[in-house]
């Protein structure tokens, strides 16, 4: 292909065109990759920052996960009636606080007369002197306990390598990732699809900090700046290496 620009031939050839063509919908994808993961910032930081006022949803057994559980929903208030099941216990792992490595503490609440439960993360733990000194986890033994806090979701795409601790026999049970459906099949009971984050001036639990800790969105915008630029940069390489001046006839 030649294109003619007054006294200059745009001259391209075709494997190296081939090459910045993918390039650049290569940059151009993460610099709206980045974007898109900007507005999701802002949306879960404003998420955080008004949920609490709404009024508190009652979880019972027949919440279910249906349309209802979108992203509207995630730190909306939320109450429930049941009792801990102390002797069930997981520590999701490798959780820092102020810098230092610990736990967070997932407890399941038994609803009252049923066979379903949620898991109430109940705070921050800090880390024994080894990986085998695991800390006492306390938790208030009355049967009918009404527990406060904020609706959050777990990933629902996991990736695990090998069995891992969760699947080792007793209790607690250390765990990477949180997979509800594996947690339900270990307690023998059906667990409602969302993990109470425990509001920090309910009793029974431990540190509690449940602000997200994000990259903020300015940093993805920047991300994203970068990422076209980039792109800018080598279209206009690619221009200036293919533009050609053309010796016309009395010259």
């Given at each position: 292909m030649v294109v003619r620009i007054g006294s200059y031939e745009f001259r391209p050839g075709l494997w190296s065109s081939l090459i910045v063509l993918a390039l650049l919908v290569l940059l151009l994808t993460l610099g709206f990759w980045?974007?898109?993961?900007?507005a999701q910032k802002r949306a879960l930081l404003t998420a955080y920052g008004d949920r609490p006022a709404d009024a508190?949803?009652?979880?019972?057994?027949?919440?279910?996960?249906?349309?209802?559980?979108?992203?509207?929903?995630?730190?909306?208030?939320a109450q429930v009636l049941g009792a801990y099941d102390a002797e069930h216990q997981f520590l999701?792992?490798?959780?820092?606080?102020?810098?230092?490595?610990?736990?967070?503490?997932?407890?399941?609440?038994?609803?009252?007369?049923t066979n379903v439960a949620v898991l109430v993360n109940r705070g921050w733990v800090p880390q024994g002197a080894t990986r085998a000194d695991l800390p006492p986890l306390p938790a208030p033994s009355d049967a009918a306990l009404t527990v406060a806090g904020l609706i959050d979701f777990p990933p629902q795409k996991v990736f695990v390598l090998g069995e891992g601790e969760d699947r080792d026999p007793g209790w607690p049970k250390v765990l990477q990732q949180v997979r509800l459906d594996l947690h339900a099949q270990q307690l023998g009971v059906r667990l409602l699809p969302l993990v109470?984050?425990?509001?920090?001036?309910?009793?029974?639990?431990?540190?509690?900090d449940w602000t997200p800790v994000v990259i903020g969105p300015e940093?993805?915008?920047?991300?994203?700046?970068?990422?076209?630029?980039?792109?800018?940069a080598l279209a206009i390489l690619y221009t200036l290496?293919?533009?050609?001046r053309v010796e016309t006839a009395g010259q």
């Open positions: 980045q974007l898109d993961r900007a508190p949803i009652q979880l019972t057994a027949d919440f279910k996960a249906d349309s209802r559980l979108g992203p509207e929903w995630r730190y909306r208030r999701l792992d490798n959780r820092v606080y102020q810098g230092r490595v610990g736990y967070q503490v997932l407890t399941p609440l038994r609803l009252a007369h109470l984050l425990l509001a920090p001036e309910q009793p029974g639990g431990f540190v509690r940093r993805h915008v920047g991300y994203a700046v970068q990422w076209f630029a980039l792109a800018a290496a293919n533009l050609k």
